[in-house]
T-cell receptor, first 113, second 114 residues
Framework: QKEVEQDPGPLSVPEGAIVSLNCTYS??????FMWYRQYSRKGPELLMY????GNKEDGRFTAQVDKSSKYISLFIRDSQPSDSATYLC?????????????FGQGTTLQVKP | DAGVIQSPRHEVTEMGQEVTLRCKPI?????LFWYRQTMMRGLELLIY????????DSGMPEDRFSAKMPNASFSTLKIQPSEPRDSAVYFC????????????FGPGTRLLVL
């Protein structure tokens, strides 16, 4: 079993829809949770960062962490065609290798106009 | 800053040839990471360096892969001999600090081994 599980999709939604992307993990030591966005033929770039549990909101994006369930989510409100990309969750924390991020498989999202 | 720079951007080679990928991290960043991305396996960490010292190379597939960081502004990933299953996109990333800090990725090198 992988340390981080993420449904690769693809996920196709109409413009304006609310999108929910999710990851589950097995290592209870993880404390740093990130979402990276990767456009086609580009490198990943950090989108959202959350430390420990709770929610974080940035514009149309909301990241949630539920450590009790080992489950993290990224919500995109009023989705736009420009949101079409692959979204990768990533995590790390004390007790694991301090420099190492563990990435999910990535979920490919297409937002149709 | 120009960001993380990788070269070449594309590489096509024949099985058995040596391949060298190059990376220039963002100035001042003390961590450097090499990743490989494929459709089947996603983004995998191969090796990372802290202050030019290799910290974790457990992701390096086998002895055919080697990585060096001779100074703070340059790193190489070498595959010798290359095999078709090495075909992938190889990313270099750097960060100011460990895994709790943002990693900045380069544009990647698309490698095709025939």
């Amino acid at each position: 079993q992988k340390e981080v599980e993420q449904d690769p999709g693809p996920l196709s939604v109409p413009e304006g829809a609310i999108v929910s992307l999710n990851c589950t993990y097995s290592n209870s030591a993880f404390q740093y949770f990130m979402w990276y966005r990767q456009y086609s033929r580009k490198g990943p770039e950090l989108l959202m960062y959350t430390y420990s549990s709770g929610n974080k909101e940035d514009g149309r994006f909301t990241a949630q962490v539920d450590k009790s369930s080992k489950y993290i989510s990224l919500f995109i409100r009023d989705s736009q065609p420009s949101d079409s990309a692959t979204y990768l969750c990533a995590m790390s924390g004390p007790g694991s290798n301090t420099g190492k991020l563990i990435f999910g498989q990535g979920t490919t999202l297409q937002v149709k106009p | 800053d120009a960001g993380v720079i990788q070269s070449p951007r594309h590489e096509v080679t024949e099985m058995g040839q040596e391949v060298t990928l190059r990376c220039k991290p963002i100035s001042g960043h003390d961590y450097l990471f090499w990743y490989r991305q494929t459709m089947m396996r996603g983004l995998e960490l191969l090796i990372y360096f802290n202050n030019n010292v290799p910290i974790d190379d457990s992701g390096m597939p086998e002895d055919r892969f080697s990585a060096k960081m001779p100074n703070a502004s340059f790193s190489t990933l070498k595959i010798q001999p290359s095999e078709p299953r090495d075909s992938a996109v190889y990313f270099c990333a750097s960060s100011l600090g460990g895994a709790s800090e943002t990693q900045y990725f380069g544009p990647g090198t698309r490698l095709l081994v025939l």
